[in-house]
C-alpha cells in the first residue's frame, strides 16, 4: 500500500505559529499535543535506530493524529471543517501498542486504546465535508488512528523494526488537546483551535 507511506511521509515539519505563503500541495487537519511528550519521544528516538535519518524529529512538529487530508480544498472551507471540534474536550489518549505498517518503507506507530468519542469527532468532521474529497485512508470507515514513531525504515532494518515493534513498553497517556489546519509543502499553520482542557475525557467517559 505505497498510497500510505504518501500520506505518511514528511508531512507538517513546522513549529507553532510558524507560516509560509507559497502555494501548497496539500492540506489536512490534526489533533496533536501541546504539551511535553517525553514517553513518546522516547520510543521515536529508539525507532529511529532502524532509519538512516531521523524521519520524526525531522518534521519539528508535535505528536499529532492527522484527521484528515486533501489533495485540493479551499482553505476557508477547512477551517470551517474544523469549526466541529469547537467546545470539544481535549483528548486523553493511551497508547499501549506498537504496529506496523507494512510499506516502503515501513512505517511504525502507536496505536491508542479505542477510543469512541474519537471517531465520532473524526465522523462530524468527514460528515460537514465531502468524504470524497479526502485521501481514502482518512475516510470514515477507512480511517487507522495513528502516533507514528518512525516512517523511513527500509532494507534489512526491516525486521529488527518488527522485533522492536514486539517488544512491550510503559504504556502512558498523551493529551492531545490542539486542532491544526495545515498545509504543506511548504508546510503552513492556517489555523490554530484549542480544545478544552478544564477536563480532558479519557476513553469510557
Known amino acids: 500500500m505505497p498510497e500510505i507511506v504518501a500520506a505518511l511521509r514528511p508531512h507538517l515539519p513546522l513549529r507553532e505559529g510558524a ?13 496533536r499535543a501541546r504539551n511535553p511528550a517525553e514517553p513518546f519521544w522516547a520510543l521515536v528516538d529508539k525507532a ?11 518534521l519539528g512538529y508535535f505528536p499529532h493524529l492527522t484527521l484528515a487530508r ?15 471540534f469547537e467546545g470539544e474536550p481535549a483528548f486523553a489518549l493511551t497508547f499501549e501498542q506498537i504496529e506496523v505498517f507494512e510499506t516502503a518503507p515501513l512505517v511504525l506507530w502507536l496505536q491508542p486504546s479505542p477510543d469512541q468519542r474519537l471517531i465520532d ?18 475516510r470514515p470507515g477507512n480511517w487507522t488512528p495513528h502516533l507514528t514513531i518512525a516512517m523511513s525504515i527500509n532494507g534489512a532494518q526491516r525486521e529488527a523494526a518488527h522485533d ?3 517488544r512491550p513498553f510503559e504504556p502512558f497517556t498523551l493529551t492531545l488537546n490542539v486542532v491544526d489546519c495545515v498545509s504543506w509543502p511548504p508546510v503552513s499553520i ?16
Open 19 to 31: 507560516r509560509r505563503g507559497t502555494q501548497a500541495d496539500m492540506f489536512g487537519i490534526t489533533l
Open 164 to 166: 522492536f515493534a514486539r
Open 190 to 205: 492556517l489555523q490554530t483551535r484549542r480544545l478544552n482542557e478544564s477536563r480532558p475525557r479519557r476513553q469510557g467517559d
Open 121 to 138: 469527532a473524526h465522523d462530524r468532521l468527514h460528515a460537514v465535508l465531502d468524504p470524497t474529497l479526502c485521501d481514502p485512508h482518512y
Open 70 to 84: 486533501y489533495e485540493a480544498i479551499e482553505t476557508p472551507r477547512l477551517i470551517a471543517a474544523a469549526e466541529v
Open 48 to 58: 529511529s535506530a532502524f532509519e538512516t535519518a531521523p524521519s520524526i524529529r525531522t
